[in-house]
């Protein structure tokens, strides 16, 4: 069974351009995170999708980001302008969807390693 | 809201030897508490967690961890530890039944010696 797919792998760009990454969950599961990971630091929840609705989106700087689930299958996460500090891991999960709130399993992407020059 | 401390940023231990990543937590509500591993190239995958019942809980691969409310910690330890097991661990809170989000400590990065 293949594990939640993240595109692309690494992503250089120079500051002020628009950048987007993509992920593709495990097949059958209803629920769909992005997480933002510093050097040094655990992962942060940006936002969180139950099937094509986000459920929580408290962490996301809507100025710049956003994120859409459109069939409730894989999602994009954009970031325009970006700028130095954005550069950092970005990770997709997805679990299951059968309970609301964050119990269940989550199952990683690799990440996608953005570096803003 | 919840908070996940992990105070050691990397624990060097011999292989064979035992081990125990410490994990403090604050919550002013019942949590679930989690471990995540990091192998080197490699995305997050689950360890164990605790959602309720038996406080200590065990991984296929020999960790075990111990859900403590009065310390309010959930220690991650394996009685002897190998060269695979080189990784950066996570310890993660979340409110149970809330919608308070999953919040994920710094991590521990754990340096197996031969």
């Known amino acids: 069974e293949a594990g939640v797919v993240q595109s692309p792998r690494y992503k250089i760009i120079e500051k002020k351009q628009p950048v987007a990454f993509w992920c593709n969950p495990i097949?059958?599961?209803?629920?769909l995170y992005w997480y933002l990971q510093n050097l040094g630091q655990g992962p942060e929840l940006l936002i969180r999708y139950e099937n094509e609705e986000a459920v929580d989106d408290s962490q996301l700087p809507k100025d710049r980001f956003s994120a859409e689930r459109l069939k409730g299958v894989d999602s994009t996460l954009k970031i325009q302008p970006a700028e130095l500090g954005d550069s950092a891991v970005y990770l997709c999960a997805s679990s299951l969807g059968l309970s609301s709130d964050y119990q269940e399993t989550q199952y990683f992407g690799p990440g996608t390693r953005l570096l803003v020059l | 809201a919840q908070s996940v401390t992990q105070l050691d940023s990397q624990v060097p231990v011999f292989e064979e030897a035992p081990v125990e990543l410490r994990c403090n937590y604050s919550s002013s509500v019942s949590v679930y508490l989690f471990w995540y591993v990091q192998y080197p190239n490699q995305g997050l995958q689950l360890l164990l967690k605790y959602l309720s019942g038996s406080t200590l809980v065990e991984s296929i691969n020999g960790f075990e961890a111990e859900f403590n409310k009065s310390q309010t910690s959930f220690h991650l330890r394996k009685p002897s530890v190998h060269i695979s097991d080189t990784a950066e661990y996570f310890c993660a809170v979340s409110a149970r039944g809330g919608d308070d989000k999953i919040i994920f400590g710094k991590g521990t990065r754990l340096h197996i010696l031969p």
């Open positions: 097949s059958g599961h209803n629920t």
